[in-house]
């Protein structure tokens, strides 16, 4: 047990100084690390730093001030949306030559029925059907065989001669992974568009997105960037129905009533049909009309310009509504055909609004919309506040184990506390070069860590002085102390290993942070408490060669 | 030459534990009989984040006026509000319970609160308000919490149970499970008559409590497994008994640097920190009360197994 190999001594040495190179980065002040520019520092690092990690631990928003928020999908929509684009497939199947005479597919609750009229096109209609039922990507192979997961199942029923189409369950999960994929894409775009810097966004669970800005102090600029679908689309406005003041009146198939952004006309009746949609525009900046007006000028895409050109060429002295999110921003009169693909959309505009909507038309449509289901915002005095606070615990937690270690143990104590120190500087190390996250419960991590870390030793030294007092000589006494605490040592350590492991995985953000140090506080201060200390006490015996031991 | 100024336990203190161990199973009993009784009849003062609700920390210049931001919250009609110091005079919590609602309804009414609460805090301060933290959680999000919190003690305790019968035997398990449910049961307890707010970082507290008190019964089931090998003629009690004297001054030490590095947290890290603080310093105590009145007798109880060759 006293004796340690050269190997090992190198590698306790290596560890240690390992630990103090990842952990000086917090001690050493930001301007000696980076270079400087206005105040702030750069990517640059200065001299030796260039060799060496530079980069402080990680804090959590709760520390260093941010705004935390959970976003929903709101998989009903996408579900209705789903039936209902099925219902329209499968309508336009039916079509097809030779036609299948139906009434318009009915949908009752999640399933879309097909009543043929003639019992004879049943069959046909079934088989017609099939390809509005496609396979789903699960992998490659499942595809080809033919075997995989589908899109909707086809269920016919000769008594009553109707078809149900109804949406596999797969396919509601593949529509769900794809929906938050694609909300974590427009997301990240837009929030990257409004220049914060280092924002996390990732899905969360299965139906959820996680953004995190830190810095940001106001929620709600995110939850309007976040919360709008932002899916715009172009449609011919119909002059002849007269809507009332309450938004009601008696409309046509296909014309829908939008409120508008406008208080002179509250309410404007548009065609349902798009002349062109969001998807094929291809760029949008905030700018000025010729008045000095914000406004957002576009471009289409070639389908999208063409489509344009030939809507607007046809309907030349017509309005035309732009609609964002079932809201219409402006119906401006077609004064000539617009042939080039671009145009510019007026309307009750600020200059931040215009440049909000540019990201948001720019960065796409989101495919659902997103309901915020959890904000937790820290400003920057109260993270300031906490690591003031959570620095002075430490300091003091720290100080006063130390002085209670050397009135209970003297000597020892001196290498238990040596061992507790070097359990800091391991724990700061290892939290930063791991790239780990420390928040406010992290820091208490830490502290209660200092408290629990010195029972190895604790349990050690006991067990020397008993030892000791049963006639062993030092030697013989240190060397069963560490050996028959071992099992006690690691036995204690790794039950509390697990409570901090079922906390990690019941994973939420900053608590999160308290298991992460208490799981490296325990590996720390076994390594510290057991090998570093008994290094200390091994080259202490062979120095003094004391007859009895001061413990 | 000994510089140990200070020794804490005599060495051959042979403290009668074991004959105390009636008293200790009447004594836990009534505590955990009150603890239950108070977690019925008053129950918990649980945080937003096992609620959901909104959660505003503001700094105002100069001390608080905190009834009329009562009122000002009031007016609002958005249930149960309560507003409080937080740490400072000028530092105010205003608490606002879930809004009703169906589904992501909830969650809409939800953020709609906050941001009328805001305005209206805005309008009688303007400009003079620091928010300090903002905390809004729809009754999804806090239930899924609930649940987790429940299931992360659950699983842990599970996890404890196994890992002491593969390193023991079943006897020294039931024996180290009873000690961490009286734990747990005692400082839910705690927070039902103090009324101090329970929440995730509570859960983190248990958990952590459930750790520390079961490595302090690991050290004497450890010490007692040890003297069974050793002494096959000794009395069981007598045994037991040597064994927790043994490991005391381990126990006291260990319990008191933790105490000390917790009240270094609980007086200096401020509001946030202060609940986690309380119940570890709460668990610490009754975790190791119990590693020696409740884990070890009990060994008596299911009568460990003395021949065992393990």
Known sequence: MLYFARWKLLLILGIIVAGLVYSAPNIVPVEARYEMRNGEPTDETRGIWGFLPHDSVKLG????????????????????????????????ALRQEPAIITPRPAIVGDVVIVRVNNPEDLDLAYERLQQISRPIATNALSVQAGTGPRTSEIIRNRDDNTIRIEITQAA?????????????????????????????????????VLVQVPGESDPQRIIELVGTTASMSFHMVDPTVQVGADGQARTPPGVVIYPQDNPGEPFIAVQRRALVSGENLTNAVSTTNQSGQPAVSFTFDTTGAQAFGRATQQNVGQRFAIVLDDVVISAPV??????????????????????????????????????????????????????????????????????????????????SNIALLVNVVLILGALTGLGATLTLPGIAGIILTIGMAVDANVLIFERIREESRAGRSPVNAVETGYS???????????????????????????????????????????????????????????????????? | ??????????????????????????????????????????????????????????????????????????????????????????????????????????????????????????????????????????????????????????????????????????????????????????????????????????????????????????????????????????????????????????????????LVALIALYTIGGPALEGFAFAMIWGVVVGTYSSIFVAAPLLMVTNVARESSD
Not at chain 1, 68 to 87: A, Q
Not at chain 2, 230 to 253: G, H, P, Q, V, Y
């Open chain 1, 61 to 92: 928003l709760d520390l260093r001030g941010g705004s935390h928020l959970v976003f929903e999908v709101d998989m009903d929509e996408v579900r209705e949306n789903r039936v209902l684009g099925l219902s329209e497939e499968a309508r336009v």
């Open chain 1, 172 to 208: 509601l999960d593949d529509i769900r992974r794809r929906t938050v994929q694609q909300s974590v894409e427009v997301i990240r775009r837009r929030i990257d568009a409004g220049g914060t810097t280092e924002p996390t966004i990732a899905p969360q669970g299965d139906q959820r």
């Open chain 1, 334 to 415: 077609i004064r000539s055909p617009i042939l080039g693909g671009s145009g510019i959309i007026e309307g009750n505009f600020t200059f931040e609004t215009a440049n909000d909507l540019s990201i948001l038309l720019q960065a796409g449509a989101l495919p659902a919309r997103l309901t915020p289901v959890e904000q937790r915002t820290v400003g920057p005095g109260l993270g300031q506040d906490s690591i003031e606070r959570g620095q002075i615990a430490i300091m003091v937690g720290f100080a006063a184990v130390i002085i209670f270690m050397l009135l209970a143990y003297g000597m020892f104590g001196v290498f």
């Open chain 1, 484 to 551: 028959k605490a071992l099992s006690a040592i690691l036995d204690a350590n790794i039950t509390t290993f697990i409570a901090a492991a079922v906390l990690y995985m019941l994973g939420a953000g900053p608590v999160r942070g308290f298991a992460v140090t208490l799981a490296i506080g325990i590996i720390t201060s076994v390594f510290t408490a057991f090998v570093l200390s008994r290094l200390l006490v091994a080259i202490w015996i062979k120095g003094t060669k004391p007859k009895t031991l001061p413990i």
């Open chain 2, 1 to 258: 030459m000994s510089l140990a100024l200070v020794q804490f336990i005599p060495d051959a203190a042979g403290i009668p534990f074991i004959k105390g161990r009636v008293a200790a199973f009447i004594l836990s009993t009534v505590l955990i009989i009150g603890s239950i009784a108070a977690y019925v009849t008053q129950g918990l003062n649980y945080g937003i984040d096992f609620t959901g609700g909104i959660s505003i920390e503001i700094q105002t210049d100069g001390p608080s006026d905190l009834a009329l931001i009562r009122e000002i919250a009031g007016e609002l009609d958005l249930g149960d509000v309560q507003v409080q110091n937080f740490g400072a005079v000028d530092e105010v919590l205003i608490r606002v319970q879930a809004q009703e609602g169906d589904g992501l309804e909830a969650e809409q009414a939800q953020q709609a609160a906050n941001l009328r609460l805001q305005e209206a805090l805005n309008e009688q301060y303007p400009g003079s308000i620091d928010y300090r933290s903002i905390e809004v959680l729809g009754a999804k999000v806090s239930g899924e919490l609930q649940r987790a919190g429940i299931i992360a003690v659950a699983v842990a305790l599970f996890l404890m149970l196994i890992y002491i019968w593969f390193r023991f035997e079943w006897q020294y398990s039931v024996g180290a499970i009873v000690a961490l449910v009286h734990d747990v049961i005692l400082t839910i307890g705690m927070f039902a008559v103090t009324q101090l707010e329970f929440n995730l970082s509570t859960i983190a507290a248990i958990l952590t409590i459930v750790g520390y008190s079961m490595n302090d019964t690991v050290v004497v089931y450890d010490r007692i497994r040890e003297k069974i090998r050793k002494f096959r003629k000794m009395e069981l009690d007598d045994l037991l008994n040597l064994a927790i004297n043994k490991t005391l001054s381990r126990t006291i030490l260990t319990s008191l640097t933790t």
